[in-house]
């Protein structure tokens, strides 16, 4: 098969696996494994060689990624358990200012869904933000309910160690820079996080919803309270700060070109899987001083439990790609490279817009377009086609990919039942805020990239 009929062939893939999902509630796993066979055989692949293309498309993604998604999923488990999230909290309510709550519940839940899970971290930080709005008289709790919500979610699409952004790392080749995405996702969060604040700031004139007016909250210090002693600020920190001091330290030594003993050692502690263990042995410690350290080997099951889905997931999207390559839809592409080329970075946005619209997991979405493309250094992969072939622009995608992973979030997603449920608001009181926010964030968000891909590309 080649030409016009290979596009129109992974364009009903597409909607088959977004059908299969979203309708058929068929496991994105098993959606991503069946259609990736189905079309290996519709393209015509030689039968003989398919096992083998499944095989390494499969086992590329393992080798890759599958420990660091582990150990990042580990350091924000014992984040959770241990009260760090809650501390975390605190600090930054402290250093914004309790008379700011829209700001603090944005920062908050920036700061927090970097290691933890957008939805989990909404459960474990919702209790503040009701016992903040029942503190401050002129708090506005649906408005403080969007801050938090966007803060989360805008970290968890785009900064490592989150499983999303580490999955695209590596399915772009970017896998042992994760310094550089994290700092670019850093970076990008600024213009997001600023939009951000001028829709809570629009939210603030919004009808407060009837449960948030009637329930009795328990009071902050009551919450507090209920961890016993919270870690210190420096051990709730460096399970997060410390994986990134020393992937710095390996990104610094590489760029310098350190040589000898000191070298290799930078550029050891520097490997992200390294790198995210030393976060997980501060976890250790941080267990240990709560008293809670009996507790680990639950902890490591439970979270094996979380990211295994995500792994099968990520590994079952890495076949889809594989197939894609051998298919010759890549040579088709380059055929036509200047038309595909023009679309740039827009292009991987616009793929996991679409599949996170219609499917509603950010996950699967993020996962599913970056093993589209390939990794930046193979000269067969649609990466190459658009142009995007370096570590930076490698990086840059996993951004436009995460930035179309937030749009948008409606009744799909599950994370819009946490949002709404937790906060007391109506699915048509959702739509308005949770699900328009995240509309608008996506595209800032998009438009950011863009930018600092033409200033630095």
């Known amino acids: 098969m080649s030409g016009i009929w290979l ?39 030689p039968l003989v060689k398919i096992p ?72 474990v930080l919702n209790p503040i933000r009701k016992a903040l709005a029942q503190k401050i008289s002129s708090a506005n709790p649906m408005a403080m309910a969007v801050s938090l919500s966007g803060g989360l979610f805008i970290s968890h699409n ?87 001091i020393f992937m710095a330290l390996g990104s610094i030594s590489s760029i310098l070109k350190f040589g000898g003993f000191f070298g290799n050692l930078c550029t050891f502690l520097g490997a992200p899987i390294i790198a995210l263990s030393i976060g997980v042995l501060f976890g250790i410690y941080q267990l240990y ?21 995500i792994i099968f997931i990520t590994a079952a999207g890495g076949v889809l790609g594989k197939v894609i390559t051998e298919a ?7 055929e036509n490279a200047s038309v595909v080329s023009s679309v740039g970075i827009f292009f991987p946005f616009i793929i996991a817009a679409v599949l996170k619209t219609a499917q509603g997991s950010s996950t699967v ?8 493309l390939g990794a930046y250094a193979d000269p067969n992969s649609l990466m190459a086609v658009l142009g995007l072939n370096t570590s930076l622009a490698a990086a840059l995608c996993v951004m436009a990919i995460g930035c179309g992973a937030m749009c948008v979030s409606h009744a799909n997603d599950s994370y819009f039942w946490v949002v709404t449920n937790f906060s007391g608001l ?27 891909s033409v200033i630095l590309l």
């Open 7 to 45: 596009i129109v062939a992974l364009v009903i893939a597409i909607i088959l696996v977004i059908y299969m999902i979203a309708k058929l509630k068929i496991h994105a796993f098993l959606s991503l494994m069946s259609v990736s066979l189905l079309l290996a055989i519709v393209v015509g692949i």
């Open 52 to 123: 083998t293309i499944i095989g390494e498309g499969f086992s590329s993604i393992f080798k890759n990624i599958g420990i660091v998604i582990i150990l990042g999923a580990l350091i924000g488990a014992i984040l959770e358990k241990t009260g760090a999230a809650l501390k975390l909290a605190d600090m930054v309510v402290s250093a914004v200012g309790e008379k700011r709550p829209n700001l603090a519940m944005m920062v908050m839940g920036w700061v927090v869904g970097i290691p933890v899970f957008c939805d989990s971290g909404y459960v």
């Open 158 to 244: 785009l900064i490592p160690p989150t499983p999303g952004p580490i999955a695209a790392a590596g399915a772009l080749g970017v896998g042992e820079n994760l310094f550089l995405v994290i700092m670019l996702g850093v970076i990008i969060s600024i213009p997001i996080l600023i939009s951000l604040c001028f829709i809570s700031k629009f939210m603030d004139k919004k009808e407060i919803s009837k449960n948030e007016k009637d329930e009795i909250f328990k009071t902050y210090d009551e919450l507090k309270a209920e961890f016993g002693t919270l870690p210190s600020g420096f051990n709730a920190i460096m399970p997060i700060l410390a994986p990134i």
């Open 289 to 309: 001083s709560s008293n809670k350290l009996g507790e680990f080997y639950e902890l490591c099951e439970s979270s094996l439990k979380v990211v295994g889905p």
């Open 328 to 334: 010759g839809f890549v040579s088709f592409m380059k």
């Open 365 to 372: 979405a993020i996962v599913t377009t970056a093993s589209i």
């Open 426 to 452: 109506s699915a048509e009181l959702g739509y308005k805020t949770q699900t328009l926010m995240t509309l608008v964030i996506s595209v800032v968000g998009i438009i950011s990239v863009f930018i600092l």
